[in-house]
């Protein structure tokens, strides 16, 4: 079968996030002061063959794991869409 991992990854809670910082900072200067917090990440989408979503998933992160994320400063999130 055919999947597509939606990949999202984003700093780590409490670990410094200067661009969050500066994208926050610009915001209130622009009158958005309603957006206190922004946490800046990536975006990937990986498109996979597998024998199901389960183990679409498990290679998924095995390639976060292994090198799409930092395992030290970054958490990830994994979404498997089946593919026609």
């Known amino acids: 079968m055919k999947f597509r991992a939606h990949i999202r ?4 809670p409490g670990l410094l996030d200067p661009q969050g910082q500066a994208i926050a900072h ?3 200067e622009l009158d958005f002061s309603e957006a206190s917090t922004v946490r800046v990440g990536k975006a ?7 024998a199901n979503a389960t183990a679409a ?3 998924v992160r095995a390639m976060c794991d292994t090198l799409l994320a930092n395992p030290v400063t970054e958490d990830f999130r994994i979404e498997i869409e089946t593919l026609s």
């Open 26 to 28: 610009a915001l209130t």
């Open 44 to 50: 990937i989408e990986v498109d996979l063959e597998a």
């Open 57 to 59: 998933t498990r290679r």
């Open 9 to 12: 990854i984003l700093p780590r």
